[in-house]
């Protein structure tokens, strides 16, 4: 091979090389984004719903809370789905923290006329986010080291 | 067989737990639509897309429910009633409500689907 060839050849590398790599940090960054505004909408969501279960028998103001934590609840779970197609690892890595959380964000008498405030579920809210954000940074933790290594 | 689809056939908004809580209820989607389609003792497939938002109440009192009042025949959950989700965001409802099921009927089994 000629020098000329060499260089071509070692210049072409160098390109898609250094292509590749930008495209990876593009992809770590952009999932890093998704994931930071995963847990904000969590802590939103769990705020939001601690006051809702703080409230006692409904009144107009609750039913736009409601309408607020569904709302969050589908940015969560859409955001979290995208999360998922681009970091495969994540699958199924936090569904029983999921379910507690979705339990504690919308269950029990979510949208229940004429409810009783109920202060258990508005403390539980509060733990099963800190769980399931806890349990998302752990596992994303443990994909990071293993993309580094 | 027998196909919902909630969004289609019951509400794109369900919402509540209760009749007293609104039209569209997880009580009015078992005992309108749920419970009628498992008497005629065809498999129900019951399609969860497409609607704006479940609340965990919801799914609670549909399913759950339906468990609860010994509705579901048989010992196989993916037998007689089929949640089926097209999408990951409803992946997430469709393992909350068989989770709601197991809950209120610990005697069901689960089967891959």
Request: include cysteine; proline fraction near 2%.
């Amino acid at each position: 091979m000629s020098t000329l060839q060499s260089l071509v050849v070692g210049g072409v590398l160098g390109f898609l090389s250094s292509f590749l790599l930008r495209l990876w940090l593009v992809h770590i960054n952009e999932n890093t984004k998704r994931f930071e505004e995963l847990c904000k909408y969590i802590e939103d969501a769990a705020d939001e719903a601690s006051d809702y279960w703080f409230r006692g028998p409904r009144d107009d103001d609750l039913e736009i809370k409601e309408a607020k934590i569904i709302g969050l609840q589908t940015k969560i779970l859409l955001t979290l789905s995208i999360l998922q197609e681009n970091i495969w690892y994540l699958e199924g890595k936090c569904s029983e923290e999921i379910s507690e959380f979705l339990d504690g964000l919308s269950g029990g008498s979510f949208q229940v006329k004429f409810r009783e405030a109920d202060v258990a579920r508005s403390i539980q809210v509060q733990q099963a986010a800190a769980h399931l954000i806890t349990r998302l940074r752990q596992e994303r933790g443990f994909l990071l080291k293993a993309q580094i290594r | 067989m027998t196909r919902i689809e909630v969004a289609k056939d019951f509400s794109r908004f369900p919402a509540g737990r209760y009749r007293t809580d609104g039209r569209f209820s997880g009580e009015a989607f078992r005992e309108d639509w749920l419970k009628p389609a498992l008497r005629k003792g065809e498999p129900v497939h019951v399609v969860l897309d497409g609607v704006a938002g479940y609340g965990s109440s919801f799914l609670e009192e549909a399913f759950g429910g339906l468990a609860r009042e010994g509705c579901i025949s048989g010992t196989d959950l993916n037998r007689t009633l089929i949640l089926k989700s097209e999408s990951k965001l409803f992946d997430v409802y469709r393992k909350l409500a068989e989770d709601y099921i197991r809950k209120a009927n610990p005697g069901l089994k689960r089967t891959a689907n």
